[in-house]
């Protein structure tokens, strides 16, 4: 009598075990934490800028440059998608650039990791450390201090589900090639700034000249606040986030370097 065997269920898309893909997301998760500047920058930082804005009286009254909305209506999709844009243009590449720099990923090359799975890992970890982060955010905004909601929840959702994975696609570019950390810093915080400024983190996106406020649409972060806010068309916001995560996964998967 002969007894079948099972081989472990492996995950197609990265070649690795159920088993294994968890053991390096807790990995990628103990390192990430262990990053004072991940953690102040990606959560700390957004909860604090969104409970000051809430203790601002005037942040609370409704603006006629804002279209009748307040300046705390305003800032809520701001900070809530702040937490993904720093860690996936700064605390991602460095860390990658990092380890290709100190030769870990070198060894990695020779071990059973493949690379969609590393990069898969550390985007599970970020991202479930950023929705938490926005969903604080929204909680404190509109719970606490009586930010209006998005009208359309849905489309709420389906723009920061694209719009994270849009940035950490980007971020993960970023990661695939910068050889050193100090080039991923020069190479992501530019990028970052570049979204902050059409994102309206500096001015209002809706105090800017219209041509920059149509720019912002095609830029990651401007079009996720753009779709929170429901100015333009949603659907073409939303197209771009999913061609900014479909190119940049794909691109990053296909160039990724071990040194």
């Known amino acids: 009598m002969t007894t079948a065997t099972h081989a472990p269920r492996l995950l197609p898309e990265f070649r690795m075990t159920g ?3 968890r053991t390096l997301v807790r990995i990628q998760a103990r390192l990430l934490w262990r990053e004072p500047a991940v953690v102040l920058s990606g959560i700390v930082l957004p909860i604090a800028l969104i409970t000051v804005f809430g203790f601002i009286p005037a942040f609370g009254r409704p603006s006629a440059s804002l279209g009748g909305r307040t300046t705390l209506d305003v800032y809520v999709p701001t ?3 702040l937490s993904s844009v720093l860690t996936a243009f700064t605390a991602l590449p460095v860390m990658f650039a990092d380890l290709r720099e100190r030769g870990v ?5 020779v071990s059973p990791v493949p690379a969609a799975g590393l990069l898969a890992a550390q985007v599970t970890v970020i991202a479930t450390t950023a929705a938490a982060t926005a969903a604080a955010v929204v909680l404190i905004g509109c719970g606490g201090f009586g930010a209006a909601l ?4 849905l489309t709420m959702l389906a723009s920061y589900v694209l719009g994270t994975t849009a940035l950490l696609a980007l971020g993960l570019l ?6 050193s950390a100090g080039v991923a810093t020069g190479v992501g915080v530019p990028t970052m700034i570049l979204n902050f400024f059409f994102a309206g983190v500096y001015v209002p996106l809706q105090t800017l000249p219209h041509v920059l406020r149509t720019i912002s649409g ?3 972060y401007g079009a996720i606040v753009d779709t ?8 073409q916001h939303l197209a771009v986030l999913a061609a900014y995560t479909v190119v940049g996964a794909l691109a990053a998967a296909r160039l990724f370097k071990w040194e």
């Open 19 to 21: 088993n294994g893909f």
């Open 79 to 81: 900070f809530a998608m």
């Open 105 to 109: 990923l070198r060894r990695l090359a």
């Open 150 to 153: 998005p009208a359309h929840p």
């Open 174 to 179: 970023i990661s695939a090639l910068a050889p």
């Open 218 to 220: 095609f830029v990651p």
């Open 228 to 235: 929170w806010s429901g100015s333009g068309a949603a659907w």
